[in-house]
Nanobody, 123 residues
């Protein structure tokens, strides 16, 4: 079992920055796949960024060049640095984990989820 707790969400003006964090506990290992998923009203869940089993990083096209995912403590801590935020980034952001993945993973395939943290970007 893995428990995930996100923090760092809030309200920010367009062009601003936020840094989300996720603390993982339970039976986690460095080979787990760790990522961020967001969900907004009227939109389907979108995988934002992921660190796969081998440490490779992938980003959604919508956030490339603006967001940076990183991990520490053998992936027990996960971060999402979000720069140049846009109103369309407004969503609930979830930290998610899976036992393994190769480069990409659809949101439904994650095994564990945090409770989410809200990010609101105003124009």
């Amino acid at each position: 079992q893995v428990q995930l707790v996100e923090s760092g969400g809030g309200s920010v003006q367009a062009g601003g920055s936020l840094r989300l964090s996720c603390a993982a506990s339970g039976h986690t290992v460095s080979t787990y796949c760790m990522g961020w998923v967001r969900e907004a009203p009227v939109k389907e869940r979108e995988g934002v960024a992921v660190i796969d089993t081998f440490g490779r990083i992938r980003y959604a096209d919508s956030v490339k060049g603006r967001f940076t995912i990183s991990a520490a403590d053998a992936k027990n801590t996960l971060y999402l640095q979000m720069n140049n935020l846009k109103p369309e980034d407004t969503a609930m952001y979830y930290c998610a984990a899976a036992t393994s993945c190769w480069a990409t993973i659809p949101p439904y395939a994650y095994n564990y989820w945090g409770q989410g943290t809200v990010v609101t970007v105003s124009s």
